[in-house]
């Protein structure tokens, strides 16, 4: 009964096919597998088989259990949200008043460090030490930041505004010029021109910290001086060629019809282009020339300053020249001579034409009017004078219209200017040949 019971136990572990023996771990089983049965090769070639299919089978179950860890989760409503922005700010309040506090206490015991600070370094090292209590160097033997041992060649060095003992490796210096602008920044020179020969203070580390974030945050909001050039160079591009330009070819054109009158205006508009691209080169000339700028910085500027060069260029280019009141007044001579020799022509044409009543006339004159305040109604409208009165209609409408042409200059309406001295020169040639077939030419001057 009991060799039956033993044979029906079954043992589990790393076990030699041949003792039996569970020894714990695969590479003890396979060293004494090795050492012990060595002349069993294909013992131990199987051996080696069935341990490597054991293997496996123990790496599939495992990827297979990792796979079946991966749930689908159903979607879930959501439950109940906190929010937690108070304790955001209060542990954010927190940090910011140990920071203004401790930032306020440094720069205080420094506007008192630099209030009649002595010259001489005895009464300077007794002023400091009566502003900032220092530690006794008796108590310290290791730099507290860099935990370092104090020797011959390591010396105690204190802090300036806090008191504290570092080394030399610990420490740095704040020139008196900075220590002036923190204090004091719309008088940061007046001292450092009285004491250039003092040396700068010895501060801590954390000291150095604290003042080089209080900068920090003083001109973090600030906008950089090349952005405020720029700015300026984009005010004057922008007047140039959306105003000056437009108006300046405005009043070029009309000189090159003859008006005599533009070229003083003209040349005001001219000058106030040509002074706006000097101010555009002298601003992108000062970017260039911008100190503390970095490799990209360089190369912003750079391009600014070409690109502005261009810019200058093709403003002056696009400008041209003025004609001289010689050339405008033969300009002015051939288009009269040219109306002339029109107004003769038609003579000749309404020889043979029926004459036209002047109730038939009055309407013509009375729709042509219509049609004029139609066109100026557009935008901008003169002002008519009560005072032009005259017993002739059309003398009365060509009165009118030279009225609305000297407003339309004033208002610089250049289009209704044009517009007006077409009607203008169509009711004068009409004019005449009402004259011509009643036969009656009256003394009446067509100068605009």
Known sequence: MTEAAEENIVLEGFLCPICKVDFGLDLKLFLHFQEAHSEDQDLVKSFKDLFGKAKEKILKNDIGKKEERHYVWEPQEIGEVKSHIQYFKHCRNKWVEHFVMETNKTVVRLEKLLCNLPQDPNKRKTHEQTIVHWLDGTDVTRCPDCTKSFNITRRQHHCRLCGSI??????????????????????????????????SFRLCVHCG???????????????????????????????????????????????????????????????????????????????????????????????????????VQSTILAIPALPSMKEIEEIARIKREAAEARIRNGQDLNIDKPKISPSVSSKQHNKQKNEIKLRLEDGWSPVTNANINSDNPVVEQMNIIKNYIKQAKEAYRFDEVASLERNLQELNEEYFKMQNSSGNMPGYSTKN
């Open 209 to 311: 910290q604290v003042l080089e974030n209080r900068e920090q945050i003083k001109y973090r909001d600030q906008k950089p001086l090349m952005c405020d050039y720029y700015d300026k160079i984009i005010e004057c591009r922008n007047k140039i060629e959306n105003d000056l330009l437009i108006k300046f070819h405005q009043t070029y054109n009309l000189l090159k019809e003859g008006e005599s009158s533009y070229l003083t205006e003209a040349n005001k508009i001219r000058n106030d282009i040509v002074k706006l691209a000097e101010t555009i080169d002298a601003l992108s000339n000062r970017i260039m020339k911008l100190e503390n700028s970095t490799n990209s910085s360089k190369v912003t500027t750079k391009n600014i300053r070409l690109a502005m060069i261009q810019c």
């Open 166 to 199: 570092v080394c030399h490796e610990c420490s740095c210096f704040l020139p008196l010029s900075k220590a002036y602008e923190t204090i004091n920044e719309t008088g940061k020179n007046q001292f450092t021109s009285i004491s250039p020969s003092l040396p």
